[in-house]
């Protein structure tokens, strides 16, 4: 699992690629916490390369919206696939995120 | 060429003016704060402090009126605009606590006027900041009158004596709508109060059937949190964690479910709640997913109820359209749930 950030103006991507489970959760949380401390940014969570999503990465993208909408930033979760989107949808978690 | 009276009057306007700009600075954030605390939202708060040539040419017209700077009471005038003509009185009666208001000089000229006249509408208060020995120019005034106000201000003329008979006729009949407009947004935020607290009223006496069904009956029914129970139960299943989540945007899908009243909306669960749960335990049982949101039972009533009606994939489809958003997965996610739940009972009996 790898997570790369870029930033792109007032955008902040987090580009995610393989398995989010609870194995990748720490470096993953550890990887994204400049999305944590990013005033005013639009974050986009691009997850065109991300396979499977645990409760774990949930809590990840979780503590991401939490921790933004205290520094006046906005998430995105951007290009999930089929199987992903299922989770967000048996979880209710498509209820918390704007999904593009 | 000026007076040395005003010259001496601009210096010492020059020497103060670091003292108007931290009056300005303390004016607008006690504004601020106190609007805040008192919950009152309002259209704008500014403050300007007088620029040398607009004072000098105030005392090119004026000068001899004043003896010194702090005669002057508009060098800092600060503006508060409202939306409503009721928040004036309010925000008035709030000023009146943050600064000391210097009565004898301080107007109302919405009382000014005549019974048969209109025109400019606003609350005018001459005020001290505790510490400060110069005044300032609270102007308090509606987002209506304010319109006016600017636009009758670049006409150029600088006096009502100078404005040509006709065109002060046509102003004073726009100030005159304006102040019945204003009344109108008034007397209607009232009104929208008043069915609120109605409505609460009827929620709380569990007379549901009569409170029809839109977004702030809906809203005043979550405040109940009518789904909480739903969606313990479907926690218990994996024994997750629930993250509170807005629900006010199934409004739209309950009212395509045919539910006009919250009295319908509370059958709609009464009646589904059990085949929302089985539906969330056959898709979250052979998961480790231990965190959900508030949204899951809700979501899956309107699942069960859309298949129960013969709904079938497309409704379900539309389902995930108007409340996830448009997304060519929808189409697939609509089939996985179909499946998921054909084996629930009523979906048996219906084969």
């Not at chain 1, 005013?40 to 390369?49: R, V, Y």
């Not at chain 2, 009152?40 to 040419?57: M, P």
């Not at chain 2, 935020?189 to 609120?196: G, H, L, M, S, V």
């Amino acid at each position: 699992m790898t997570t790369t950030i870029q930033e792109n103006g007032k955008q902040l991507i987090a580009f995610f690629e393989g398995r989010l489970d609870t194995a990748a959760a720490i470096p993953t949380a550890e990887a994204v916490k400049p999305l944590m401390e990013a005033e005013n940014k639009e974050i986009i969570l691009d997850c065109s390369k991300l396979e499977y999503i645990s409760s774990s990465g949930l809590r990840i993208f979780l503590s991401i919206r939490k921790d933004a909408a205290t520094h006046g930033s906005k998430v995105l979760v951007r290009s999930i696939n089929a199987d992903i989107r299922q989770v967000f949808v048996m979880t209710g978690f498509i209820s918390l995120f704007e999904i593009e | 060429m000026m007076d040395l009276h005003s010259e001496l009057i601009l210096e010492e306007y020059r020497e103060n003016l670091p003292v108007f700009e931290r009056m300005k600075e303390e004016v607008v954030s006690k504004l601020t704060s106190a609007l805040a605390r008192n919950g009152l939202i309002v259209t704008a708060i500014e403050a300007r402090v007088k620029t040398e040539d607009s004072l000098a040419g105030k005392l090119a017209l004026k000068g001899q009126k004043y003896a010194t700077l702090e005669d002057i009471t508009d060098v800092l005038g600060a503006r508060v605009i409202t939306f409503y003509t009721d928040d004036v009185d309010r925000i008035a009666a709030i000023a009146e606590k943050l600064f000391d208001v210097d009565w004898e000089n301080s107007v109302d000229k919405r009382r000014l006027h005549q019974l048969d006249s209109f025109g400019y509408n606003s609350l005018h208060y001459i005020c001290r900041l505790p510490g400060y020995n110069f005044r300032f120019e609270l102007q308090l005034r509606t987002t209506l009158q304010h319109a006016w106000a600017a636009i009758n201000h670049d006409n150029g003329y600088k006096t009502g004596v100078e404005i040509p008979r006709e065109y002060l006729r046509q102003m004073n009949r726009l100030a005159g709508m304006l102040e019945l407009a204003d009344d109108e947004f008034s007397r209607i935020r009232t009104e929208i109060n008043d069915y609120r607290r109605r409505v609460q009223q009827l929620v709380q006496n569990g007379k549901l059937d009569d409170v029809l069904l839109d977004g702030d009956t809906f809203r005043s029914f979550l405040q109940a949190r009518p789904f909480d129970a739903l969606n313990k139960r479907i926690a218990a299943i994996n024994q997750a964690e629930i993250q509170d989540v807005p629900l006010i945007r199934y409004l739209r899908v309950l009212k395509a479910l045919q539910c006009n009243t919250l009295g319908d909306v509370k059958r709609l669960i009464v009646k589904y709640e059990d085949d929302a749960y089985r539906l969330a335990r056959h898709q979250l049982g052979t998961t480790d997913l231990d965190i959900i949101s508030s949204s899951v039972g809700i979501q899956n009533i309107c699942i069960v109820c859309i298949l129960d009606i013969g709904g079938g994939t497309m409704g379900l489809e539309r389902f995930f359209n108007v409340v996830n958003g448009e997304s060519s997965q929808n189409a697939a996610l609509a089939q996985l749930t179909f499946e998921q739940a054909s084996n629930l009972p009523f979906m048996q009996k219906k084969k």
